[in-house]
């Protein structure tokens, strides 16, 4: 059996964006439905989301062979936990609260086998090399990982260049609303001051020669963010969209008041 090749990583460099979803339900049905919707990749969300482990496997069970790229949001940076998401098959992560470089490189290293990293060798159990049958599977693991990293405080904008250019990293998502609260202001995403703040850092990550990536759900913002070279771009959440669209039919229903 080949090694599943992660078509995400390889197209990065490519011209042009990615479009993806946010998936924040925890529920292989509504996974398996985003799935089918034409986004090129879908990120199942276990720092907000209600997400573990099992869970997880059940949503990219529910997402195989339908379109969409799985990309995993962990909790933290625990190396333990992100050994058992890469063990049921997970390629790409988008790991929060990056503050460092030397942060980022220790996620590098949890990604990777020894002696490029420390990510525990426990391969012929897990769903990652088909349960053992993927031919050379420790050898060819570590060039199909690809680490996204999330800046989203200002003490992480200061240390944007630093971070951007770890060895590994293939890139760095700027989450404007923790960044928002770190700027003092909290719950304002689209305030003028964080905006050119996350305009001045997708540049900045252009600028070191990595791939931006950005959760937009302003339909304006999201095709500035495109403008200015974001290459991984999100344009929803599952819940969002639930929520808005079953809100919008209850009030076309309703008595118009007098």
């Known amino acids: 059996m080949d090694m599943p090749r992660n078509e ?117 159990l897990a769903r990652a090399s088909r349960y053992n049958r993927v031919s050379g599977y420790l050898a060819k693991a570590d060039a199909q990982m690809c680490l996204l990293v999330q800046v989203e405080s200002t003490q992480a904008m200061e240390r944007l260049d630093e971070i951007a250019a770890v060895d590994g990293v293939d890139g760095v998502f700027i989450g404007p609303s923790d960044l928002a609260a770190s700027m003092g202001r909290l719950g304002d995403a689209a305030h003028v001051e964080v905006r050119a703040s996350v305009e001045r850092g997708i540049a900045r990550i252009v600028a070191a020669g990595k791939a931006p990536g950005i959760l937009a759900m302003d339909e304006a913002f999201a095709r500035r963010s495109i403008e200015l070279g974001c290459r991984f771009v999100a344009v929803g959440a599952d819940i969002t969209i639930l929520a808005r669209g079953t809100q919008a039919l209850s009030a076309a229903f309703r008595p118009v008041p007098a």
């Open 8 to 124: 995400f990583k390889a197209r990065l460099t490519d011209p042009g964006h990615q479009l993806g979803l946010w998936v924040a339900s925890a529920d292989p049905t509504v996974a398996e439905v985003c799935a089918g919707a034409g986004f090129d990749w879908l990120l199942l969300d276990a720092e907000h989301g209600p997400n573990d482990v099992r869970s997880l496997l059940a949503q990219l069970r529910a997402v195989h062979g339908h379109g969409p790229h799985a990309i995993v949001r962990p909790p933290s940076r625990d190396p333990d936990l992100v050994k058992q998401i890469l063990d049921i098959g997970v390629q790409t992560l988008l790991v929060p609260m990056v503050e460092s470089a030397d942060q980022a490189r220790a996620m590098v290293r949890a990604m990777r086998y020894p002696p490029a990293g420390t990510r525990g060798v426990g391969s012929a």
